[in-house]
């Protein structure tokens, strides 16, 4: 198990933080500008927003504790994420033509923890709308984040998506992430 995948699993989901309203900001303004960067698909700014050893990780099962080694929907790291916008963005990616639109909502964000050094574990709910081919279809459900305090502001090192939706039939594969 990765040290994020640790870190969420030792954590209270429930739990609320007690941290300054500059701290609560900076991590609110973070997930926004996330979420703006998916909708606008600025694909190297997005991966720039992880850490070195930073995972997307969609698991198949709320219970799930781990993404290695287990189905998931998405269980990636920066290479596997460059490899999906490189196979997306070629000129012979049909399930991309026309190309798709997103608009994510990010709310309800909570920090659950913060430690010594500034790593915080938040959740978070999340609304992403896909218009492809004159169908909207929605996805809904909550993140948990564990962010690492750098001098440049925070990075992802673990990103968790649980879909509300996630074992509901979808008539075409899930090609960006929520």
Not at 111 to 117: F, K, L, Q, V, W
Not at 133 to 146: A, E, L, Q, S
Request: with cysteine; proline share 3%.
């Amino acid at each position: 198990m990765g040290e994020a995948a640790e870190k969420l699993a030792a954590s209270d989901p429930h739990a609320v933080a007690n941290v300054s309203i500059e701290t609560q900001l900076a991590v609110e303004r973070f997930l926004a500008r996330q979420a703006e960067i998916l909708d606008e698909k600025r694909w190297d700014d997005w991966l720039a927003l992880f850490t070195e050893d930073g995972h997307y990780w969609m698991p198949a099962h709320e219970d799930q504790i781990d993404g290695e080694g287990v189905p998931n929907i998405f269980w990636e790291n920066l290479d596997m994420m460059q490899m999906r916008i490189n196979r997306n963005n070629h000129p012979q990616a049909h399930s991309q033509a026309p190309e798709n639109r997103l608009c994510h909502v990010v709310s309800n964000v909570i920090i659950e923890s913060e430690d010594a050094t500034g790593d915080i574990i938040v959740r978070s709910r999340f609304h992403c709308a896909e218009y492809l081919r004159y169908d909207v279809r929605n996805f809904t459900g909550k993140y948990r984040h564990c962010l690492k305090k750098t001098d440049d502001g925070y990075k992802i090192q673990l990103q968790r998506a649980d879909l509300v939706n996630r074992e509901g039939p979808f008539e075409y594969v899930l090609q960006w992430w929520v």
